[in-house]
């Protein structure tokens, strides 16, 4: 199983920019497919951004594209989250989320039920 730590979340101004950080470890990380995720008060969780390990194909909700690219670095097994020109509706816990179901459409990357692994979350708090 992998485990996931994440990290790179602060408070930041609207405009400015932040790079989220997840640590995989664990056995077959290549095997698997990450995910952002995040979660603000009172709202459900939603997928942001997806990565397959292996290919390295990216996946984008439409609320974000061109202001967040995740990446990965596989020397480190570590995924990456760019977001830029941050908008205080970004304030969120961001979730970094691992699984590996065969065969799962790339339009269900962006889907809570297809990750079995998840971090603690790391907060970021955009103010205006």
């Known amino acids: 199983q992998v485990q996931l730590v994440e990290s790179g979340g602060g408070s930041v101004q609207a405009g400015g920019s932040l790079r989220l950080s997840c640590a995989a470890s664990?056995?077959?990380?290549?095997?698997?497919?990450l995910g952002w995720f995040r979660q603000a008060p009172g709202k459900e969780r939603e997928g942001v951004a997806s990565?397959?390990?292996?290919?390295?194909?990216?996946y984008y909700a439409d609320s974000v594209k061109g202001r967040f690219t995740i990446s990965q670095d596989n020397t480190k097994s570590t995924v990456y989250l760019q977001i830029n020109t941050l908008l205080p509706e970004d304030t969120a816990m961001y979730y970094c989320a691992a699984g590996r179901r065969p065969g799962l459409q790339a339009l269900n990357l962006m889907s809570n039920w297809a990750y079995d692994r998840w971090g603690q979350g790391t907060q970021v708090t955009v103010s205006s």
């Open positions: 664990g056995y077959s990380y290549s095997s698997y497919y």
């Open positions: 990565i397959v390990i292996r290919s390295g194909s990216t």
